[in-house]
């Protein structure tokens, strides 16, 4: 695969560009304007030439105006959402969603409508994270609701612990500004919605199929299973079953996204496997309707749109006849997603299923072909193993830097649940259909049981299986992105899929093990006190080169201690307080 053949490459990678600058060099607003007024005028006159799809000038206008275009996007995205004042006051909302049902009490997202302040009524852009104290919100709530209560909105803010997660930046890319508690008392107003959007409708529909599993006989942890893998919703799921898929290597099968589309794009393309030749388009205009229809039925959430646009791209490039075009469907969609959601590139999912699916796509098909086998079942073996390796090959750095652990039976765990989750999903599929006849769906559900209660058993036996997991490991993100680069380039050599050899790899290399020697050098000279945000409480704790001297608690190590710990490469050692 030859990098000309993939044009969106050179479209992507400098959009993105100017949205990771937007994001770490702000305030250049009235230059990136300035700098992409010039670059369109320059691409408008280089237009005039035939050649200029060869024209150096016009390429690096066009290069400009990306890097530009990217950064005003996003700093556009940024000032869209408007400030609350922080008194207390009546706002006007519209429900996003379902309530997350969590530890300390209920969350619901809401679109702002207006708010009410003294004799004034403002309409801001933009929505709020409402946490409702309390044992349940009202059972009749459905998205697309209009709810009105009395609240003070609190602007939502990074705790400020060393390298934390950004979730103020998050939930910015989500539209959310603020947050604000509420009780039952502070609730004023309430109206059934109507003209209902098609996302709330999506909603509706993926809570339906909730109640279907439970009328079918599913309930307690199968029903949870079954619920996670199919519309993502892990609420029913105890946080020990989430940590044993965690510990195993499954977790990615909870979260509906690329694996679940995947799934159902190869499920329908076996399906349709006569419709060759000039039917080749027929099947895509089959398969493409289906794979939306599935993001329907399951809420419609980022994660689904995100991944059937990609899978959508792809299958429309399947009809073209260059190897290229697939990698060039999956950047065609990213650069998409971009355009529209800039914010969207920093979001954990985005990365891990594009590094994923572009991963398989680049070196799937020759690891593969690298061993023969006759029997099906060996090579159905070697296919889900040459799958998981080059996904987890382009993964493994993100994941560790996200999760800080490494579950090193990932191998075992694939290739067994992969296959179960397709099962689930398919099974899951027909039971829905065969509502209408109890004792068919009943039947179903016996068999979905049947499969959750292996899933669950599996991964609790992999995920406390001895040394079966390294944890305590992190990156950096530089290091992240270094590790991620020098193994593309290594399969890349390796699996001869690109005219390089084996010199760029250890180009990335040498410079991944430098960072990482100036990250430790860095931290060797460092001696101060740090003081962590811990759940609304402080935390003092001494740094000495690369020990952190923790005082013991009865909870032991705070995650914001270790998380710090993981990334910088430091050791924690616990000492009596005082």
């Known amino acids: 695969m030859e990098f000309r053949e993939v044009p969106f490459l050179r479209l992507t990678v400098p959009l993105c560009a100017g949205v990771i600058c937007a994001e770490y060099v702000p305030g250049l607003t009235v230059a990136a304007a300035a700098g992409a007024l010039f670059a369109l005028a320059v691409l408008t006159l280089r237009l ?27 700093a556009g995205e940024r000032v869209s959402l408007d400030d609350l004042d922080t008194e207390r006051q009546e706002i006007t909302l519209r429900l996003s969603g379902y309530p997350d049902r969590g530890n300390s009490g209920c969350s619901l997202r809401a679109r702002i409508l207006s708010t009410c302040s003294a004799d004034s009524v403002t309409f801001p852009r933009g929505s709020v994270l409402l946490w409702f104290i309390g044992d349940t919100v009202p059972a009749s709530w459905k998205p697309g609701d209009i709810i009105r209560i009395r609240v003070r909105p609190v602007r939502i803010e990074n705790n400020g ?130 794979l939306w229809g599935f993001a329907f039925i399951t809420g419609l ?16 490039g399947s009809i073209l006849n260059r190897p290229a075009a697939g990698m060039n469907n999956l950047l065609a969609s990213a650069f998409i997603l971009t355009a529209l959601h800039p ?28 061993i023969k086998t006759r029997n099906r079942i060996s090579d159905y073996l070697w296919q889900m193993t040459a799958v998981s390796l080059v996904a987890q090959a382009g993964t493994l750095a ?50 979905l049981d049947s499969l959750a209660g292996f899933t669950l058993g599996f ?21 992240t992105i270094l590790l991620t680069v020098a193994a593309g380039l290594l399969l890349a050599a390796l699996l ?7 010199r760029p790899f250890l180009v990335a290399a040498m410079m991944l093990i430098a960072f990482n020697g100036v990250k430790t050098v860095n931290e060797m000279r460092r001696d101060r006190i740090i003081t962590y945000n811990v759940r609304g409480d402080k935390l003092t704790v001494r740094q000495h080169g690369r020990l952190l001297l923790v ?10 201690v270790q998380k710090h710990a993981c990334t910088r490469g430091l050791k924690i050692e616990q000492i009596e307080p005082g």
């Open 551 to 560: 005082p013991s608690s009865p909870g032991g190590v705070p995650p914001e």
């Open 496 to 502: 001869r899929t690109a005219r390089i050899t084996l």
């Open 161 to 290: 612990n060393p390298c934390e997660f950004n979730y103020s930046r998050y939930m910015e890319g989500q539209g959310i500004k603020h947050m604000a508690f509420f009780r039952a008392g502070d609730i004023t107003g309430y109206k059934r919605g109507s003209h209902r959007s098609l996302r709330e409708k999506s909603l509706i529909a993926a809570h339906g199929m909730i109640e279907s599993f439970r009328r079918a006989g599913l309930e307690g942890e199968s029903l949870g299973l079954i619920t996670a893998l199919t519309i993502g919703d892990k609420e029913l799921l105890e946080k020990e079953r989430l940590t044993s898929f965690s510990r195993s290597g499954a977790m990615h099968i909870m979260a509906v996204s690329g694996l679940h589309v995947g799934m159902i794009s190869m499920a329908l393309s076996w399906l349709l496997f006569f419709m060759k030749g000039r039917l080749k388009r027929a099947r895509v205009l089959i398969i493409v309707p289906a």
């Open 48 to 74: 005039l030439r035939k050649s200029y799809l060869s024209d150096v000038v016009f390429g690096a206008a066009l290069m400009l105006f990306l890097v530009t275009g990217g950064y005003l996007l996003r």
């Open 398 to 447: 993100l994941s560790v830097r996200l999760f800080n652990i490494f579950p090193l039976l990932f191998l075992l765990t694939n290739i067994v649940v992969i296959p179960i989750s397709f099962a689930v999903l398919v099974l899951a599929m027909l039971m829905l259909a065969a509502s209408p006849l109890p004792a068919l769906a009943s039947f179903i559900a016996i068999l």
């Open 343 to 370: 914010s969207v590139i920093f979001e954990a999912g985005f990365q891990l299923s594009y590094i994923a699916v572009g991963f398989i796509i680049a070196f799937y098909t020759p690891l593969y072909k690298l």
């Open 301 to 316: 959430t980022p994660s689904v749109l995100r991944a059937t646009i990609m899978f959508t791209f792809l299958q429309a």
């Open 459 to 479: 991964t609790r036996v992999i995920s406390s299986t001895d040394h079966g997991v390294i944890t305590n490991i992190g990156m950096s993100a530089a290091e």
